[in-house]
């Protein structure tokens, strides 16, 4: 058994000409729009904003979850990048688009090379595949196409279909990952929700006015000594406030916009974790979880500052799902391990400081 | 470079805008779609689930319409409740599974919302107990309610009513209404792979079939926990 499945191993291997399965990953999340390979950016959320600012753990944290960033009184600093979920080398903030938000809790001094965990975030609910082949196939659906208006006469049959006709190109849209995307979804079920969620989810007022969901599960040890499934997610205490989808997309705001907010005084957000219940398929990141699951909040980060050095503090950080500490493990979420590689690949092309899994 | 826009294609574009349209849509298109691809009227209430999450706090909103609808009528409906507070405070404080629990007059309905744990049948034939005798004062003054006073006789006819006037409950996730279609077809989830952009026939077509649903099973503030515990954790004295 073993050695067939080194042997199906190895023939994969020699057919994909010596590139793991992470590497054809990374290179199917390519845009023929994205940045190119020389410029050393990411594929997707290519285009980012750094901030920082620190977290403070509420009361009733530690009791859920050991790690040191919630343990009672202790404030940390953090890292922050937000991001445009495209791969677009060109900013189009007003684009529907799910947005990202990746931070960093630094544990000790040096910012750079020190303990740190990392909590990335995206505007939906759910990754839009449960397994590596799946989202294989799915980023092969979802290379981009052109993207052209349909004809009226088109519309006109979808609105006696009672169907939606499809969203009308944006300025200066030529291709777009969603015609691909949707087709993907009319096939397979469990794709339907985040691609469904993907494409009405709209264009945020601003960085600070969207709710960031980690998708994946995480096992957490509270003081009690208990393991739990949870899943984070981020609030931000302004509240959710969307561009009016009527109007006009603007294409470059949102670095703006949090310039300015930040420099007239500090964003937050309340980290609030899911528990999981038995039942519940931890493992699969496609699938939100019910509205019904207990709720806690583990505290509060405050953005003070934006980055000064946007290359140190945006584009050239590298952050991963998996870089957790003691108190956090990650489940068996199969697209969560992935990504830990995943990370460590684009890490590796764009010449980005080392990761602590590069040294294990 | 992207394509420019006609006038054909700006008025197409506002077509679900336009009265004309509307008219057509509703007395032609609709009418059309739901006898080519009628939908079940989906039951009320909460969904089985076997988290213990899902069988806490869980919505009935129950509609029932008023016999007589003239303002006296209502006055009548209103009298019927107003002389059962007493009641209903006993009922609460003995059945211990209820969180909320509010009556108001819709239009031309009587409606009861309330927040309960548990199972569904438990929690009516716990009010039957409890709280029956409201039931059958207020059940005067509603349509086909004679049919089941006294509660107390008609227990299994009045768990089915009441399951038969609670309101259907969208699904939390939008695309998870093709699973209920499909369910109560008795078609295996995704047999027949939908189309994404079909998702508004589809709930276009459902709410013909179900007229006044939930939008969802509700927001929680502090979800997962029940009655009886939060009375205990607060020292009520249960």
Known sequence: MLVRSIGRGLVNWVMTGGSSIYDRLVDSLWRPDGPKPEEKRRPVHTIGTGASGFFAASDNAAHFCTAEHFQKGRTVPVSVRFSNGSGNATRHDGWSDLRGMATRFHLDDDRQAGVAADLLAITVPGFFTPTVDEFLDFAKWALPQPYLRQSPWYKFVKLLNLEQPRRNPYPRETISPDIGAEAFADRYDNTKLPVFLDASIGAPASFARAPYHAVHSFIVTGSDGARRHVRFNWQPTLGVLNKDPQQPPEDVYLEHELRERLAAGPASFSLMMAIGEGGDDFNDSSRAWSFQRRRVFMGTMTIDRYADDQWTDNEHMSFNPCRLVDGIEPSDDPILHARRHLYEVSRLRRGAPLCPFARS | ?238
């Open chain 2, 1 to 238: 470079m992207a394509d420019e826009e006609g006038w054909l294609g700006r008025f197409v574009d506002n077509l679900p805008e336009q009265g004309w349209f509307k008219f057509l849509s509703n007395h032609f298109v609709v009418p059309y779609w739901v006898w080519r691809e009628p939908k079940a009227k989906l039951p009320g209430g909460p969904r089985m689930a076997v988290q213990p999450g899902e069988n806490l706090q869980r919505m009935m909103n129950l509609v029932m319409p008023l016999k007589d609808r003239s303002p006296i009528g209502r006055a009548k409906a209103t009298l019927a409740l107003g002389q059962s507070v007493d009641t209903l405070y006993a009922g609460l404080d003995n059945v211990g599974t209820i969180h909320f629990a509010r009556f108001v007059i819709i239009e031309n309905n009587l409606c009861m919302m309330s927040v309960y744990d548990g199972d569904f049948d438990s929690y009516v034939r716990d009010f039957i107990v409890s709280i029956g005798n409201v039931f059958d004062a207020v059940l005067v003054h509603v349509e086909g309610g004679d049919a089941v006073i006294p509660t107390k006789q008609n227990v299994e006819k009045f768990v089915d009513w009441i399951h038969d006037h609670d309101l259907f409950q969208m699904p939390d996730f939008a695309t998870d209404l093709f699973d209920l279609q499909d369910e109560a077809q008795n078609l295996a989830a995704n047999r027949a792979p939908h189309d994404l952009s079909s998702l508004s026939r589809a709930l276009v077509l459902q709410l013909h079939a179900n007229p006044n649903f939930a939008l969802g099973s509700g927001f929680r503030s502090y979800a997962g926990y029940s009655a009886a515990q939060i009375r205990s954790t607060f020292g009520m004295g249960w």
